[in-house]
């Protein structure tokens, strides 16, 4: 008898994890599980973070994109420099080299969504298009995960919050 009950409970997991990863293929390109944070009132930026895959032959560059609930969609890097942590913009874009997988996550490479127009939500699906420099321009939605949220497999000690 509680081998059915084990039996449900991890069809429930699966299908729970399942739902939360999706991923978007634009040619050579693998956007996968592209996700925020929830904002407070009155915030005027939240981050963007997912890992995008070049299986092609020649790199391509994440150049810039949009986002329904901001008014500009900007690629940043942020980094050490003697021993401060400072952000920038990518004004050239985030190259992808062909062959490798680059993770845009809290406290690296990232997207800023910039002057939003209102507060992100936990559990909500908010609608970006990414664009880059050969394949063009692909929609995405943004899973928007709790304050502080790291997704699964990102270490929370290292995510730094944005």
């Known amino acids: 008898m509680r081998m059915p009950v084990l039996i449900a ?5 699966l299908l729970a994890s399942s739902a939360l990863a999706h991923e978007y293929k634009l040619g050579p390109l693998v956007i996968n599980h592209p996700w925020s944070r929830a904002t407070p009132k009155g915030a005027a930026v939240a981050g963007g973070y997912m ?5 092609g032959t020649a790199p391509d560059r994440l150049i810039g994109g949009a986002s329904e609930v901001a008014q500009r969609l900007e690629v940043h890097e942020m980094r050490m ?8 913009e990518l004004t050239d874009g ?8 680059v993770e845009l996550k809290p406290g690296a490479y990232h997207v800023m969504l910039q002057n939003l127009s209102r507060q992100l939500t936990k559990g909500e ?9 050969k394949a063009g321009k692909i929609d995405i939605e943004f899973a928007v995960e709790a304050v502080g949220a ?13």
Do not use: C, Y
């Open 9 to 13: 409970a991890l069809a429930a997991v």
């Open 125 to 133: 699906r908010v609608k970006a298009s990414l664009s880059f420099e």
């Open 150 to 162: 790291a997704p699964a497999g990102l270490d929370k000690a290292k995510a730094h919050q944005h």
């Open 81 to 88: 420099e003697g021993g401060v942590m400072k952000m920038r």
């Open 94 to 101: 985030l190259e992808i080299l062909a062959g490798a997988t």
């Open 51 to 55: 890992t995008i895959t070049n299986s």
